[in-house]
Every structure is written in C-alpha cells, then in structure tokens.
C-alpha cells in the first residue's frame, strides 16, 4: 500500500471516532432531557439527510478540490454541529449539521482510495478501510457510553475556564464538548493527505445541469449488470447498519434493562463482528467473486428478528458478534466491486455520491419506517420483527434480480467481470 493510503485511514479513524462517540452523547441528551423515544430514533434519518439532499453537489465538489481538502472542510462543519447542539439547538437539527459535514465527507475518503490505488488492491484497501471503520465505531460507541456514564462524566464537567460560564451542565453536553478535539485531530491528518495524478473536474456553476449529471450517473449505475446488483446490496446493507446502532440500544434497554452507558457496548460488540468478517472478506474474497455474497443478505434480516427472543447478555453477546459478521463479510467485496464499476463509468467523487445517496436514502427509509413504528406505540419487539422482514425479503428480490441477469444477459456480466478480473492496474 502507498504511504498516503495509512494518511487516510488516520483521518478516517479520528473522524468516524468521534461521529460515533456523538450518536451516544446526542441519544443522551436527548433522553436526559426528557425527549419521547421517536426523536431519539429519529436521530439516524436526520444524519442522513444532508447525504440525499445534496448528492447531486457532494460528488462534484469532491471531483473539483483537493479530496483532503474536501475532508478538511467537511470535519469543521462536523465541529461546527456539535457546537450548534451545545448552544441550544434542537438536538436534531444540530445533529442533521453533522450528517451536512459527513455527507461531503464520504465520497472524498472512499473516492480517493480509486485515485490512489489500483483495481487489484481495492478489496484489500476496503477491507482495511472498513475494518478500521468498524473499529472506529466500537471504540466510538464504548467511548461515548463511557463519557456520558458516571465515571467519566463528572470529571469533564469539574472543568471549568476561569471567568467564562460554557453553559455546560449535563454528561450529555460535557461529552460533546470533548468530542470536538477528536474533529481536531482528524483535521490535521486531513492536511496531510498527499495530492494524487488524478486531474481535477471543474464543478461549474449551473446547479441544474450538476443535478442533470448526477441523475445520469445514478441511472448509469443502476443500468450496469453488476454495479446494479452491488449498489442495491451496500444500499440495503447500510441502511440496516445505520439504524441497527439505535435498534440495539432500543432493544437492550427493553430486553435487558440497560442505560445508554450499558447498552452502547452491545453496539460495540456487532461491530467486533463486523470487523471480523470484513477482514476475512479482504483475505479471501476477489472483485469478479463479489456477487457470491448476496444470500448472505436475507439471513442477516432474518437474524435481526431473532434478537425479540435473546435476554440473556451472554448469549446477545455472541449472537450480535455472528450478525455483525455476516455483515462485514458481505459489505467488503460488494463495495469494492461498486467502486471499481463506477470508478470506470464515472469519476470517482461522483460514482461515491451516488452510492451514498442511494444508501443514505436507504437509512432515511428504513429510520423514517422505525421512528414511524416508535411513534405510533409499537414496541421495539414489533419494529424490530417488521424491520428484519423487511430486510431479508428486499435481500431475496435481490437474490432473484442476479440471477435473472445471469440468464438474460450472460454475454454483458460475463463481459463485466472479465474486466474485474483483469484490470490490475
């Protein structure tokens, strides 16, 4: 691997730390503060936005600055939520500021990986990419339990700046403010991060035509034989992921009487999985082998409803590692196989945004259909049971949607995949 590669995934470590360790705090103080437990859910659909109303401009804009640059700018506006949240904000809308500054976060840190490195290392880059992301999130979650418990907690807020009041009051509030120098650090590896070869693509000033150029590059995609079917698995598989960190907390505080601090490790532990799995896949897995994985999909949905039926911690714990697992095993090759058809049918900063819009969009449907549920009363039983249904059933459209291309239209993934096979450069 290239020197810059180990540049970016400090950044992305720093950076991912600190959006995860932030879910934690904000689901705190919305819950401190006496908020109903749809706003609470609604968190994941709020962060997610920023990522669909502005596709059509994130990629470009990626496309036309420096990516480091981009991921510079795109950490401030994160540190600029948090701030908002802490000066009286509503929680949600602050926390949406967040999902603005991750929304042009994401199609610089993965549309990079395509500039810098070669198509025969993008599954081992995203294997380590993702493993570390994963890692981020575990570390991320356990920290943001941890700095709104009763150990940490009180220790932030003896802190105080002579002669200044900060407004700073609860665990909650206290944990964000310390998260802001986790923004800072990443922030600095983003100055780090080396200029590649790849020419810049002028973003232009006409909004409509860049909303044109996305829509085509969306519609390219989703018309490719095997970026369809690999867009259509990263979309499922995020928007599951996204909300599965406050179903866990949901579900631990109803099925084994849990705190945020508690439960926050539980969402630790899926990502141990998950983890696990996505370094296997970068291990054993290759691009032209990526769709194998596709059943692996409707089992995950499936295992999501066994969750209604675990309340001891000891066997949660293993259960959530397998599911995790599963996960990452399945999301490694997918993604890199999404990378590289759309790094060739578009530039890298765009075929990034349109995977993040239709993933986003995903997380948005899926947490809108969960907060939707909380809202009207159901159980976190009940949503949690609709919610796997869900998943392990779109899994099997998807399933069929394969195999269907692989009997009308052999010649083109057959085609495809000898491209996959043999771009090694």
Known sequence: MKKGFYTIMAAQFFSSLADNALFVAAVEL????????????????????????????????????????????SNSIKVVGCLLMLTGLHPLLAYAVVGLGAAAYSPAKYGILTE????????????????????????GVLLGGQLVGQHIA???????????????????????????????????????????????????????YLVRDFANCNSRLWQDKLGQISLATTTLFWGV????????????LAALGYGTTQASSLVGVVAIGTAAGAIVA????????????????IAMGLLVILMNFIHNVWVAAPFLIVLGGIGGYLVVPMNALLQHRGHNLMGAGRSIAVQNFNEQACILGLGALYTGMTRVGMSAFGAITIFGLVVAGT????QRWHRSNLVHHADEVQRLLAIARSDKH
Request: avoid cysteine.
């Open 30 to 73: 919305l819950r401190s503060g006496g908020s109903p437990e749809w706003q609470r859910a609604a968190l994941v659909p709020m962060f997610a936005l920023f990522y669909v109303v502005l596709a059509p401009f994130v990629g470009a804009f990626a496309d036309a600055v420096p990516k480091g640059r981009v991921m510079f700018i």
């Open 241 to 252: 992921s996204g909300n599965l960190r406050y179903i866990v907390l949901a579900w631990a």
């Open 395 to 398: 899994m099997w459209l998807i």
């Open 282 to 297: 970068s291990m054993v897995m290759r691009l032209d082998k990526a769709t194998a994985v596709v059943p692996l999909g």
């Open 116 to 139: 810098l490195l070669p198509p025969s290392q993008l599954v081992k880059a995203n294997g380590w990419i993702e493993g570390l992301t994963i890692t981020s999130i575990i570390l």
């Open 154 to 208: 009180p220790a932030l807020l003896s802190l105080d700046l002579p002669f200044i009041d900060t407004g700073i009051d609860t665990p909650a509030e206290a944990a964000i403010a310390a998260l802001v120098s986790l923004y800072a650090v990443a922030a600095l590896f983003n100055l780090r991060i080396p200029r590649t070869d790849t020419a810049l693509q002028p973003m232009g000033r006409d909004m409509l």
